[in-house]
């Protein structure tokens, strides 16, 4: 299985500090052996995943198993990263690189990376859990039909004109011209205390001054340019294959170096060559992050606008090393210190995951593979990224609440939502690839959910299926950005097409969730919408766009005790205030997966907004078949609802010879059915 080979990884090795603290401490530490560092640039031939990973293996450092997540945990301090260097490597000479120093090698077959054509773009999600081996595809991936998305987001409009009158990504990014603001930036990166999750899940911090602000090497003195050129500059910006005759480890020199000069405060251009503006030297950074790290430049590009530089670099490492393995215990199982006794016992060094989960486990090692476990077969947890608990924390689903999951496999979310439901009330949970509601379902069958019915369509057709749920999560299709570490081909296929079409995508899903709700739900009446990923483009501006389009709807606060405020502006574009509720998740700071949750409180339709909608809808009914209804009667109705599962039962068991007596009364709604159209 799969997860058995995952399982094989190393224990989760806790960020270490940066590189740059690295160089601080550089005296103690000895050469790299010359191969792996003599690579030479032939390298970024294009890029393909396949190539993406060698190189990554090739670039990964030997990694110490910890036996706990400590900051002082010496173990730890000596886990390394790319670029960092282990005691039997050869020391960068990042001082003693010259003017037209020789090329190290001419590289070799291994750093030879053919482009590749893009065909489909790949959603991404968190989930770990995929079930069954060969119904599963790659974590995340679902394929999308590039011929039949619309052109841009006009043609939309002619599906359903009033609702999804969506603006241009023109209008959207027509406002002021401007180049993102690093101080807008650094205020919405800072945090205090109380957003940052327990100590020892915590990355180490990035290397800040004394009065918090980016770091000022005490480098910079001997930074001064030192033979480095700018060839990205002086080719006009262009993306090269490699530059001939350079070295990766040349490049890892100089981008340790633009990183010095680009940090943040314009005086430090000093530092840099003369005649080099700063943006000439922001240039040749961003060219040699992606040549270093394996990135495509439109990418990097558009990462790097995210963060002030260090951050950036804190980020792009961070995707190069695992996040912890955590899981779920399943409490319609299980309890979670009877789960802990259990998997210790078999050897597996865990400990909770921290104070805001009741549920989660980190799994520091283990002797067994935790996705073969006899718990993990008689499900009693979920193998589940950190992160992926906060959109259902947020939800914070009731017992006997109607709820909706619009894309739910491989359903770590579904199974946690039902477990909160105590297997009471009702959950739907979706998904528009047939394939994976398999692996779905299995987990809800193996997490023993009775309370989830799964059923297979495009979420776009909520409500027009069905309506009048207490809550909806939308844990959306995406780009994946906050998960590269797991799936490096991100760092490749994704070009800007790929964003403009998921941005398209999660903003009309994320109307119909809106739509699916019953504004006057006693319990609820909530919406939850994240992402496993980072750009603004798939969250702030998606959750601005359905503030405008539905004024009954209003951000609230997540509840979430960590986590970076969302932007409330960015690239010159202003957002809702309210922007500030939701929130970022990021790999260098939280040490999980990147993420984003937003919550919304659905309120009562203006009547100008209410008479739009008037024509018939399609709903369920017990016998799982659609029937087209007035629109008004989308609500549910639970008494009526329960004589249709009680004659349904009957019926079913009736044509299997079984007669019933007397119907249980404490018989819940439905165990699992798969619904296609
Ligand atoms: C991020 S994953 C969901 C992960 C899931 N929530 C979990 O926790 O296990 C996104 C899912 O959206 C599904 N999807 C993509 N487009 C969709 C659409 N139009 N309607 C419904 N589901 C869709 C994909 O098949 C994929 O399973």
């Known amino acids: 299985m799969g997860r058995k080979a995952k399982n094989k990884q190393a224990a989760p090795t806790p960020l270490v500090g940066s590189d740059l603290d690295r160089r601080r401490d550089k005296g103690k530490r000895k050469a790299p052996s010359g191969s792996d560092n003599r690579k030479s640039l032939k390298a970024a031939k294009g890029v393909n995943a396949k190539s993406s990973k060698d190189r990554q293996r090739r670039l990964q450092p030997r990694v110490k198993k910890v036996d706990v997540v400590d900051d002082d945990d010496s173990d730890i301090e000596d886990a390394l990263r790319p670029g960092e260097l282990s005691d039997d490597q050869e020391e960068i000479p990042v001082k003693k690189v010259k003017k037209g120093k020789k090329p190290a090698t001419t590289g070799s077959d291994e750093d030879d990376l053919p482009s590749r054509p893009i065909k489909q773009i790949e959603f991404s999600d968190s989930e770990d859990d995929t079930g069954g081996d060969d119904e599963r595809l790659p974590p995340g991936q679902h394929t999308f039909d590039l011929d039949e998305a619309p052109e841009d987001d006009g043609d939309f409009d002619s599906q359903e004109e009033d609702d999804f009158d969506l603006v241009s ?11 993102f ?8 990166v800072d945090m205090d205390e109380n957003d940052l999750p327990p100590p020892h899940l915590r990355p180490n911090p990035i290397p800040t001054d004394e009065e918090g602000g980016p770091i000022s090497t005490n480098l910079e003195d001997d930074l001064d340019h030192q033979g480095f050129t700018l060839p990205a500059v002086e080719r006009g910006g262009e ?3 490699y530059e001939a005759g350079t070295s990766l480890k040349e490049v890892e020199s100089r981008m340790r170096w633009l ?69 779920r215990a399943n409490t319609l199982r299980t309890r979670r210190r009877d789960l802990a006794q ?12 921290g104070k805001w989960s009741k549920v989660g486990l980190q799994v520091f090692e283990s002797p067994v593979p935790v ?5 993990y077969l008689a499900g009693h947890y979920m193998l589940q990224s950190a992160s992926s608990f906060l959109p259902v924390i947020a939800l914070a689903p009731q017992p006997e609440e109607r709820i909706l999951d619009m894309a739910s496999a491989p359903g770590g979310k579904t199974t946690y939502i039902s477990a909160l439901m105590q297997n009471t009330g009702i959950v739907f949970a979706n998904d528009s690839n047939k394939q994976r509601t398999k692996s779905l379902t299995a987990n809800v069958h193996r997490l023993g959910c009775k309370n989830v019915v799964v059923c297979n369509y495009d979420a776009r057709e909520f409500p027009k299926v069905l309506g009048g749920f207490d809550r909806v999560l939308l844990d959306a299709p995406c780009s994946g950005t906050g998960v590269i570490s797991k799936d490096q081909s991100v ?11 998921l941005a398209h995508l999660q903003k009309q899903l994320l109307l119909c969730a809106l739509d699916s709700v019953n504004p ?11 992402t496993c990923s980072v750009t603004v483009d798939e969250n702030e501006a998606v959750v601005d766009y359905a503030l405008r389009k539905r004024p009954h709807c209003k951000l609230v606060d997540t509840g979430l005790e960590f986590g970076v405020e969302g932007f409330k502006a960015f690239e010159g574009k202003t957002f809702h205030d309210n922007l500030s509720l939701t929130r970022r998740y990021y790999p260098h700071k939280h040490n999980m997966d990147g993420f984003f949750v937003a919550k919304f409180k659905i309120g009562k339709r203006a009547k100008k907004e209410t008479e739009k909608e008037e024509e018939p809808q399609r709903m369920i009914n017990a016998e799982g078949e659609v029937v087209i209804q007035p629109s008004n009667v989308t609500m549910f109705n639970a008494e009526e609802d329960e004589q249709l599962i009680k004659e349904s039962k009957r019926k079913h068991l009736k044509s299997k010879g079984i007669k019933l007596s007397k119907p249980r009364s404490d018989a819940h709604t439905t165990s699992t059915a798969v619904k296609t159209r």
């Open 169 to 179: 990504d023109e209008e959207m990014n027509s406002d002021e011209d401007s180049a």
């Open 181 to 188: 603001a690093s101080s807008g930036a650094e205020e919405d």
């Open 239 to 241: 993306q090269e294959d």
């Open 259 to 327: 990183i010095g000069v680009c940090s943040g405060k314009q005086e430090k251009t000093s530092n840099g060559l003369p005649g080099r503006s700063r943006s000439d030297h922001l240039l040749q950074l961003q060219h040699d992050i992606a040549t270093y790290f394996g990135y495509n430049l439109f990418l990097v590009n558009k990462l790097m606008k995210l963060f002030i530089v260090d951050e950036a670099i804190a980020f792009f490492e961070a995707n190069e090393s695992p996040r912890p393995v955590t899981i």
């Open 342 to 353: 259990t998997l210790s016992n078999r050897g597996v060094v865990l400990e909770p995951i």
């Open 371 to 375: 996705g073969a476990t006899p718990e």
């Open 491 to 501: 760092k490749v296929n994704k070009t800007e097409r790929d964003f403009q079409l």
């Open 520 to 530: 006057n739900s006693t319990t609820g009446g909530y919406v939850v919408y994240s």
